[in-house]
């Protein structure tokens, strides 16, 4: 239902037509490049709607925005340039996978930092238990003093928990 | 009337809530058992007031009551009565009332099976209960109450928002919930281990049965809102990556870690703290998701600024809660004793691995989630992190994760022998492999990743398999003594299987739906044929109706293959005229696992009609994935050392448990 209330509200800000999505007058003729166009829809975010990708919405602006990628693609620009040209005139906002810069560095690292951190720690964890767990198994100096004590029957420590 | 009782009993709940939250913890102090059993008197009256306020507001809405803002704004006289039930929890105020429900429901239900739990652990975690329930309360009562009037009534409501007029509706939110708010009773089993400084493997016991029932209503959950956004949004998409779908990812990654760690505990008495963190840690997404959700700050950061009251009160309760929780974690921590030393190559080992990537995977969903608020807020640059980003990050944590998935229940605990567990594997990797060789011979030219998550999945189903096999002793021994040892195998074995294969189940469909889902878009006329993965379509005709409070419109398709007729489609076009929206009802016809699905687009001028055909392979083994690990779940639930409540040891003369 969560989810529904987020796309309800993005169909209430959009109104209009419920057509969805790709429309037939939009595809291209060339299959390849209807196929790139696409892929590329994929990546791009339809900005008034909630998380939607262009190929997904059916808004206004979807359309828009689907026309002009395959405007760009018949007109021969490759699909770096039509990303280019989208973000110089929408913004980094338009772009559903963020470039790997400064301030998505975060982003882009959390996954594997938190990998290798946690498999450092457990390492880190696992060796210091096991050492613990050997010189446990050897008694201390103390412990073998008390040992001789209890053997010798004088038994004056009360028993510490199990 | 009924409107102002259900208010007054929700004020009562808050009072009971409020005595729950704080006698017992006194009880407990004093060591005083009269004390200490208000918890359960208190929780079970607290249950009771609470289902009466729902009760209210169910019976309002079923009345038509539209002198109630909350009915007015979310119900139509016409409206069916099953929608006029779930519109209910349609809505803000109503599904914050059904949360409540749902946490009044499982401290009841604590009262009633926990009478076999050490009385001061019962008053510690049921007051815990209690000061989440008193919370949320207060948040209802002050700043979402569903049962205020309005001074004029109107005669007729606002109407239900279409998309949500769906059996779906009656389904997914109240299992979404369970599964959310089921999580809570394992955050109050880790806060009162806190408080009361004590824990051990019996504790893990008491928790496990509860984790895994909300474990199981969150799979489904999630399951049926996928399905659900599949046929019902009309374009065949089923995972969207989107932060309403995150907030409850979160938690099933984490709760599912938890129903890992808590097993080593319980089996092992190890990695107790890691378990008490994780407790606290999957109750607290669950929290963040109802913040998410619930505050409006996903949909802009400034809608969030422009009206905060709701908002700002939910980030209360989380902070409180999570900020509190984790200091008293990070305070108590160290008084619990380590226990349970074990090799990396073992039982316990796999399980920490699990524990590893589910718990990344959960920190990747959960930056993408909230990065581009957190900058937002920060520097004002707006970002988009949406599918692609995490079908990038999240796809290659799932992966080693799968290939140690059969390893995991081959290894023995404490030291377990790598090279045994892959030469009882052999089957499965030999299968994987074939499986593979075939998928890319048979889709030549392809990509070559597609045969390699199908071989992985099979990997993990077979894996399964071989583990049954492997525990019964077929194939090894006479029939006779393995169908004995079939009887005899736990059910928690049962359980581990039908669970880790519905995993690989999930797999297969996602793959196959993915890489290789055809689709036909087109302007059709009637007589029109369509052709897709060799069937034909052909658009019989176009008609219309009046439908209770919608205008539909309906296009016929008969489906055949091969000349020979197999079935008629008819998806829709439903025209809801209160609320001026349309919504696309999709046709869909099931062949095995794969589907055809149809949804309508515009009608031109000239009498077509825009129609989107898609061909979906193998598509419902998506779902029938989690329904598989679900009733993993269930088997497990159903094992005697688990049954909810009867954490006694088991007889000696019963005790067929496998020797571990």
């Given at each position: 239902?969560?989810?529904?209330?987020?796309?309800?509200?993005?169909?209430?800000?959009?109104?209009?037509p419920?057509?969805?999505?790709?429309?037939?007058d939009e595809?291209?003729?060339?299959?390849?490049?209807?196929a790139?166009?696409?892929?590329?829809?994929?990546?791009?975010r339809?900005?008034?709607c909630?998380?939607?990708?262009?190929?997904?919405?059916d808004?206004?602006?979807?359309?828009?925005l689907?026309?002009?990628?395959?405007?760009?693609?018949?007109?021969g620009?490759?699909?770096?340039?039509?990303?280019?040209?989208?973000?110089?005139?929408?913004?980094?906002?338009?772009?559903?996978?963020?470039?790997?810069?400064?301030?998505?560095?975060?982003?882009?690292?959390?996954?594997?930092?938190?990998?290798?951190?946690?498999?450092?720690?457990?390492?880190?964890?696992?060796?210091?238990?096991s050492?613990?767990a050997?010189?446990?198994?050897?008694?201390?100096?103390?412990?073998?003093?008390?040992l001789?004590?209890?053997?010798?029957?004088?038994l004056?420590?009360?028993?510490?928990?199990? | 009337?009924?409107?102002?009782?259900?208010?007054?009993?929700?004020?009562?709940?808050?009072?009971?809530?409020?005595?729950?939250?704080?006698?017992p913890?006194?009880?407990?102090r004093?060591?005083?058992p009269?004390?200490?059993?208000?918890?359960?008197?208190?929780a079970?009256?607290?249950?009771?007031?609470?289902?009466?306020?729902?009760?209210?507001?169910?019976?309002?809405?079923?009345?038509?009551?539209?002198s109630?803002?909350?009915?007015?704004?979310n119900?139509?006289?016409?409206?069916?009565?099953?929608?006029?039930?779930t519109?209910?929890?349609g809505?803000?105020?109503g599904?914050?009332?059904?949360?409540?429900?749902?946490?009044?429901l499982f401290?009841?239900?604590v009262?009633?099976?926990?009478?076999?739990?050490?009385?001061?652990l019962r008053?510690?975690?049921?007051?815990?209960?209690a000061?989440?329930?008193?919370?949320?309360?207060?948040?209802?009562l002050?700043t979402?109450?569903?049962?205020?009037?309005?001074a004029?009534p109107?005669?007729?409501?606002?109407?239900?928002?279409?998309?949500?007029?769906?059996?779906?509706l009656?389904?997914h939110?109240?299992?979404?919930?369970?599964g959310?708010?089921g999580?809570?009773?394992?955050?109050?089993?880790?806060?009162?281990a806190?408080?009361?400084?004590?824990?051990?493997?019996?504790?893990?016991?008491?928790?496990?049965?509860?984790?895994l029932?909300?474990?199981?209503?969150?799979?489904?959950?999630?399951?049926?809102g996928s399905?659900?956004?599949?046929?019902?949004l009309?374009?065949?998409g089923?995972?969207?990556?989107d932060p309403?779908?995150?907030?409850?990812l979160?938690?099933?990654?984490?709760?599912?870690?938890l129903?890992?760690?808590?097993?080593?505990?319980?089996k092992?008495?190890?990695?107790?703290?890691?378990?008490?963190l994780?407790?606290?840690?999957?109750?607290?997404?669950?929290?963040?998701g109802?913040?998410l959700v619930?505050s409006?700050?996903l949909?802009?950061?400034?809608?969030?600024?422009?009206?905060?009251t709701r908002?700002v009160?939910i980030?209360?309760?989380?902070?409180?809660?999570?900020?509190?929780?984790?200091?008293?974690?990070a305070?108590?921590?160290?008084?619990?004793?380590?226990?349970?030393l074990f090799?990396p190559?073992?039982?316990?080992?796999?399980?920490?691995?699990?524990?590893?990537?589910?718990t990344?995977?959960?920190?990747?969903?959960?930056?993408?989630?909230?990065?581009?608020?957190?900058?937002?807020?920060?520097?004002?640059?707006?970002?988009?992190?949406?599918?692609?980003?995490?079908n990038l990050t999240?796809?290659?944590?799932?992966?080693?994760?799968?290939?140690?998935?059969?390893?995991?229940?081959?290894?023995?605990?404490?030291?377990?022998?790598?090279?045994?567990a892959?030469?009882?594997?052999?089957?499965?990797?030999?299968?994987?492999?074939?499986?593979m060789?075939?998928?890319?011979?048979?889709?030549?030219?392809g990509?070559?990743?597609?045969?390699?998550a199908?071989?992985l999945a099979?990997?993990?189903?077979?894996?399964?398999?071989s583990?049954?096999?492997e525990?019964?002793?077929?194939?090894?021994?006479?029939l006779?003594?393995?169908?004995?040892?079939?009887r005899?195998?736990?059910?928690?074995v049962?359980?581990?299987?039908?669970a880790?294969a519905?995993?690989g189940?999930a797999?297969?469909?996602?793959?196959?739906?993915?890489t290789?889902n055809?689709?036909?878009?087109?302007?059709?006329?009637p007589?029109?044929?369509?052709?897709?993965?060799?069937?034909e379509l052909?658009?019989?005709?176009?008609?219309?109706?009046?439908?209770?409070n919608?205008?539909?419109?309906?296009?016929a398709?008969?489906?055949?293959?091969d000349?020979?007729r197999l079935a008629?489609?008819t998806?829709?076009?439903?025209n809801?005229?209160?609320?001026?929206?349309?919504?696309?009802?999709?046709a869909?016809?099931t062949?095995?696992f794969s589907?055809?699905?149809?949804?309508?687009?515009d009608?031109?001028?000239?009498?077509?009609?825009a129609?989107?055909?898609?061909?979906?392979?193998l598509?419902l083994?998506?779902?029938?994935?989690?329904?598989?690990?679900?009733?993993?779940?269930?088997?497990?639930?159903?094992d005697?050392?688990l049954?909810?409540?009867?954490?006694?040891?088991?007889k000696a003369?019963?005790?067929?448990?496998?020797?571990?």
């Amino acid at each position: 239902m969560r989810r529904f209330l987020a796309v309800l509200f993005a169909l209430a800000l959009i109104g209009g037509p419920s057509a969805r999505a790709v429309q037939p007058d939009e595809i291209m003729t060339d299959a390849a490049g209807e196929a790139r166009a696409r892929d590329l829809s994929r990546e791009l975010r339809c900005m008034v709607c909630q998380n939607q990708s262009i190929d997904d919405s059916d808004a206004p602006l979807a359309r828009d925005l689907r026309i002009l990628v395959r405007e760009r693609i018949a007109a021969g620009d490759s699909n770096a340039q039509v990303m280019d040209f989208l973000v110089a005139r929408y913004g980094e906002f338009v772009l559903l996978k963020p470039r790997f810069e400064l301030q998505t560095l975060l982003l882009w690292l959390m996954p594997p930092l938190v990998l290798a951190g946690g498999g450092l720690a457990l390492w880190i964890n696992s060796r210091r238990r096991s050492r613990a767990a050997d010189a446990a198994l050897a008694l201390t100096p103390d412990e073998e003093a008390r040992l001789n004590k209890l053997l010798a029957g004088s038994l004056s420590e009360p028993p510490s928990g199990a | 009337m009924i409107a102002e009782s259900g208010h007054y009993a929700l004020v009562l709940a808050l009072a009971l809530a409020l005595i729950q939250s704080t006698v017992p913890v006194l009880g407990a102090r004093l060591r005083d058992p009269a004390l200490m059993s208000v918890a359960r008197s208190s929780a079970l009256g607290q249950l009771l007031f609470a289902a009466a306020a729902f009760a209210a507001l169910v019976t309002l809405h079923v009345t038509s009551d539209f002198s109630v803002v909350n009915v007015f704004e979310n119900s139509h006289s016409l409206k069916p009565l099953i929608y006029k039930i779930t519109g209910v929890w349609g809505n803000h105020e109503g599904s914050m009332l059904l949360w409540v429900s749902i946490l009044a429901l499982f401290g009841g239900l604590v009262a009633i099976f926990g009478n076999n739990l050490p009385l001061s652990l019962r008053a510690h975690v049921l007051a815990v209960q209690a000061w989440i329930a008193s919370a949320f309360y207060l948040f209802i009562l002050m700043t979402s109450n569903p049962f205020l009037r309005i001074a004029n009534p109107p005669l007729e409501g606002r109407d239900l928002n279409p998309i949500l007029q769906d059996i779906g509706l009656a389904v997914h939110p109240p299992m979404l919930y369970l599964g959310y708010v089921g999580f809570s009773i394992s955050f109050s089993f880790a806060i009162a281990a806190l408080l009361e400084g004590r824990i051990d493997a019996a504790w893990a016991r008491w928790v496990r049965p509860w984790t895994l029932v909300a474990w199981i209503f969150l799979t489904l959950g999630i399951a049926m809102g996928s399905y659900w956004a599949y046929y019902e949004l009309g374009w065949g998409g089923w995972w969207f990556w989107d932060p309403v779908e995150n907030a409850s990812l979160m938690p099933w990654l984490a709760g599912t870690a938890l129903l890992h760690s808590a097993l080593v505990m319980e089996k092992r008495n190890a990695l107790k703290v890691w378990t008490i963190l994780l407790s606290i840690l999957t109750f607290s997404l669950s929290l963040l998701g109802t913040f998410l959700v619930r505050s409006g700050v996903l949909t802009s950061v400034h809608a969030f600024a422009t009206d905060p009251t709701r908002g700002v009160f939910i980030l209360l309760i989380l902070c409180l809660f999570i900020g509190g929780s984790l200091t008293l974690f990070a305070g108590r921590a160290s008084t619990l004793k380590q226990g349970g030393l074990f090799a990396p190559i073992s039982r316990e080992g796999a399980l920490v691995l699990n524990n590893l990537f589910l718990t990344t995977a959960c920190a990747t969903v959960f930056v993408g989630t909230l990065y581009p608020l957190a900058l937002e807020v920060l520097t004002g640059a707006k970002i988009s992190v949406g599918a692609p980003f995490f079908n990038l990050t999240f796809g290659p944590l799932f992966f080693p994760l799968l290939v140690a998935v059969p390893f995991g229940p081959m290894l023995a605990w404490k030291r377990g022998d790598l090279l045994g567990a892959a030469q009882r594997l052999l089957a499965a990797g030999v299968a994987a492999l074939v499986v593979m060789a075939l998928v890319w011979a048979w889709t030549r030219g392809g990509s070559a990743l597609a045969p390699l998550a199908i071989g992985l999945a099979v990997f993990v189903v077979v894996g399964a398999i071989s583990e049954l096999v492997e525990r019964t002793g077929l194939f090894r021994m006479p029939l006779a003594t393995a169908m004995q040892r079939t009887r005899g195998l736990p059910r928690s074995v049962w359980g581990t299987a039908f669970a880790h294969a519905g995993l690989g189940v999930a797999l297969i469909g996602i793959v196959c739906e993915t890489t290789w889902n055809s689709e036909y878009i087109a302007t059709m006329r009637p007589d029109d044929v369509a052709r897709l993965a060799g069937y034909e379509l052909k658009l019989d005709g176009l008609s219309s109706r009046q439908g209770p409070n919608f205008r539909e419109m309906t296009a016929a398709f008969t489906v055949s293959r091969d000349g020979e007729r197999l079935a008629a489609m008819t998806p829709s076009k439903r025209n809801f005229t209160t609320r001026a929206m349309s919504t696309t009802e999709a046709a869909l016809l099931t062949r095995g696992f794969s589907q055809l699905y149809i949804s309508l687009g515009d009608t031109t001028a000239e009498g077509a009609i825009a129609v989107r055909i898609y061909h979906k392979p193998l598509v419902l083994l998506i779902w029938l994935g989690p329904v598989l690990m679900a009733f993993g779940g269930l088997m497990s639930l159903s094992d005697r050392r688990l049954r909810v409540g009867a954490p006694k040891p088991a007889k000696a003369l019963r005790g067929l448990q496998a020797a571990e």
